[in-house]
């Protein structure tokens, strides 16, 4: 049974870092995308950035070159590092799981993805 478990949210100023962790208990096979999305205040759900298990990642235009996915086998957890956070980056921060073949594009619709952590939230402020 796949589950997701996020950790590392909190407060920071505008300009500071943090870095979100997504530990997945079983990664699904024969391989794997794990999606982060956000849900400000008042806003629907939002793809952020993505990771493939071959090693490819994907990020929205609203945190590339600030946002980082990288994955440490060793633990089976997918991190976003956020560096240059701003007061638009606050709210709920979710990772996903999904099943992906090789080749498969890591895609940002929610729906996509079949499995769920829990959230964690970030304040910029």
């Known amino acids: 049974h796949v589950q997701l478990v996020e950790s590392g949210g909190g407060s920071v100023q505008p300009g500071g870092s943090l870095t979100l962790s997504c530990t997945i208990s079983?990664?699904?096979?024969?391989?794997?995308?794990v999606g982060w999305f956000r849900q400000g205040p008042g806003q629907g759900r939002e793809g952020i950035a993505g990771?493939?298990?071959?090693?490819?990642?994907r990020y929205t235009d609203a945190v590339k070159g600030r946002f980082t996915v990288s994955k440490d086998n060793t633990k089976n957890t997918v991190y976003l590092q956020m560096n240059g956070l701003k007061p638009d980056d606050t709210g709920m921060y979710y990772c996903?799981?999904?099943?992906?073949?090789?080749?498969?594009?890591?895609?940002?619709?929610?729906?996509?993805?079949?499995?769920w952590g829990q959230g964690t939230q970030v304040t910029v402020s």
């Open positions: 990771f493939h298990s071959q090693g490819r990642t």
């Open positions: 079983t990664t699904p096979t024969p391989g794997y995308c």
């Open positions: 996903a799981a999904r099943v992906c073949y090789y080749g498969t594009s890591i895609v940002f619709s929610s729906s996509s993805y079949t499995y």
